[in-house]
């Protein structure tokens, strides 16, 4: 079992409903994101490409941030999720620089905090917050092996992309363009 | 301190303390689990027992129904989407999650307060309901017994307003104004009543999901998020729909679309014009539709015969391929395509003709009931609780109105207006009401909206927030939020009709009170209890829902409740002849109605004033985050966005000097400064000879401790408004600015 999610730009509009979403349910302090937009601007006007795009942790395969985690704090559990555990994290930071993505950041109690999958949720057989809550749908998730999944389907017939696939880090999110 | 009657407050003593930190006691491995496909009471991870309950949304007007998730300690947790409510399939938007933040704000109005003169300026000083009631009711009784009950009016929107409405119009005032009318999308309405003989209405009947073309012209779906049409839009996508936006910026939508029409501004007539040509001369129409369903087909053939795309690339720079490629687009997939109608269409005084124009290419392409078109919408009348008669007001707000024949609201310019003493005025306001409506950023030409709240005797305001208007308040009630309160059960027209419940998921916060509450106790203290007759408004709704086959107990479990449809088919079949309340009972493409009131049959295009050098038009638009001004503060949406910026071409930047995230005051063409500073985005998705922000930000109301100061006020920068003559729409994109890099002396507030 691989836990990845596939977020289609060509409906994504930018409105952040995943951002507070995961707020909501995950009880992130204000001023403070597990998930965020990003927006590129390709061209000169009138010619121009611009791609919305909803971003969290990419849950690698191949994580940085685990490796250089110096207490175990950071980790992987069964599906390839990558979590945090507060108690054991000492906030010191290296995780957050070894991270491609920008995907982690230290919250107000001191230890560091990220996308977690809502594993929470996920154990259960609910979708990601992010997920459920996405007013176009156009945010799958699912189990990566199972071609039945809906992120399996999704990526299944698409053009689709990873964000810094040079990082060599084996990114589980993907982006249908 | 400016001395006038009722000096703008500044800083004041606004309600103090009481805060129930609700919002920061999130702890943060505390996860709830719940769906919107799941049950009634779900448990948190740490067993933590979240009941739900029923509301319909009140962060915009769209009116979604969806789920309050409530802890034991009274703690709003979530806001999901109801799944069986077709406003919004399961999924609330941004807007209608970030809702919990409407409800923990520590900065919402917490007790009445009434304006106290000092010395120094006047303060407002906390005050019991019985004192802020009474002096209301007194103030309003007087005023109906010196000059007669319509000279106390009523601004309003949104739920409460319907609330106060009862209340004027039991009281002998129907001196009622709304800005979702004549500030945004009245023109429309009234140009399509003028084509199709009604309005659009909202939500709009828009068959987006099964539409093969949809057309959106200065209509931002995406950043608007009237939510079915987005995740409609999204399944448009999915099906390969062909999307044509026209647009001076590349707005979200723009960005989903095969074309891309980047426009002059004001010249959308010109376009629509140009299409229309194409399809009648290249007969991409369908005969046998044209002559079974409108009237008016050889003089619209014979009005736009000079209106070439060549015609039309001359005033809109789009290009003549591209007019007629585009128009081929939506002739091919008629009638399965949209036009879409738009929603603040209020832009340069000749709106009510463009949205004609818009509802003419509709009717030229057969869209009208038609599967991808436009669907035949059905609601359920709620009826009415039955309450002595009306009193006939003396003069109404259609007095106020005469000079637009078509308006089939009321102005909320032309109320205030009636508020400044002048010597022609027969029908002077002396008193307003004013209810979830924060004017200063609403109504255009603050210059005659600050005369008329200094000159009338008595304003009251009724809000959840203390926006701005609230600094000009004699008395304010404070209201409780959507999620602590019944109101009016929501009817919705859509494919099937549907109802909707909201009700209080917990009881009011701080000393705040619903609308209904306030409007009885009102209406009890100025002789009108006949008019009140129940103690609570969910005996109202009660009995509302019995007379339809429901009850308060059905819903409060089912929160919405869909009805089959009984006038058969949501399209027409192919070959059916339209049925309409136009004059000719046919779509009017030469409008009958307005050649009688002395008005073009058919739309023309006039060409509006353009920039001076150096000035540059003011485009102004909707974020999805936020809603008018009213979300600004709003904790988990000001997070995602807690100002607006400065859409500038990268040219235009670079003309200046100017680079990204420099702050710049503007001034427009009336030597009007705004009064905070703005961020420039520097962006290629905008234009050369425009600007653009986001509508709703730059409150001056230092007690919105997040939005004070944050970004500007297009409104306070719209000076220049072109009024429809047709209906009376005040047209707000005739504006210019330019740049100060400077802090001026003195601001304009």
Redesign the interface.
Known sequence: MRYGMAIDT??C?????C???C?????V???Y?RDWITET?D????L?????RSERCNHCENSPCVRCCPTGASHIIEGGIVLVT?EACIGCSACIESCPYDARYT?P?GHV?KCTF?H??VE?G??TACT???????IYFGDLDNPRSDVSLALKNRKYKALAPEAGTGPQIFYLI | MEKSRRNFIKVSALGVGGAMAL?SS????????F??S?GEEVLS?EGKKLKRYPTYCEVCFWKCAGWVYLDEEGGI?????NEKDTHCEG????RG??G?GMFSDPDRLKTPLIRVKKEDGDIFQEASWEEALDLIASKFSGIKEKYGAPSVALLKHGSPGKHFEHLFKAFGSDTIGEPAYAQCRGPREEGWAATFGGWVGSPEPTDIRDTKCLVLIGSHI??N?H?SQ??E??QA??KGSCIITVDPR?S?AA??SKY?L?IKPSTDIALLLAWMHVIIYDELYDAKHIEQNTHGFEELKKHVQTFTPEWAYGHTTIKPDVIRKTAHEMANAAPAVIVHPGRHVAWYGDDTQRGRAIAILNGLLGSWGKRGGFYLKESISVPKYPHPKYPHPKWDWKDLAKDYPMAKMGLTQEVIRASIPSEAGEHQVKAWLVAGTNLPKTIPNKAILKKAMEAVEFIAVVDTMPMDIVQHADVVLPECTYLERYDGIRSAANRTPSIALRMPARKPMYDSKPAWWIAKQLGERMGLGDYFNYNDYSEVIDWQLQQMGSSLEEMQHKGVKNFPRKSGSPYYQDGETIKLKTNTGKIELYSTELAALGFDPMPVFTKHPEPDPGFYRLIYGRA??HTFSRTSNN???S???DTNSLWM?PKTANVWGFSAGQEVYLKNQDGIISEFPIKIRV??????DSVYMVHGFGHSNRKLTRAFGHGISDTDMITNVSIDPIMGGTGMRGNFVTFLTEKPEEAES
Request: charged share 20%; glycine share 6%; proline share 7%.
């Open positions: 060509l409906k509009v930018g409105c952040a409903d951002v507070v979403a707020q909501t349910e995950n009880k302090p204000i001023g994101c601007v061209g000169t006007y009138p121009v490409e611009v791609e919305l507060p919250h109690s905090d809502c929470h949720r259960k609910l979708n459920s809550v996405c007013p176009t749908h156009c | 919002g999130w702890n943060l491995v505390n996860a709830s689990v769906d919107s799941k991870s947790e979530k806001i999901i989407g999924r609330l938007c941004p999650t970030g919990v995406g950043e998020m939510n987005v995740q839009m999204a996508i999915d590349m979200t960005t989903k891309w980047p999805p985050m904790a988990n949406l997070d995602l966005m071409n962006t290629e998705r905008m234009r050369w």
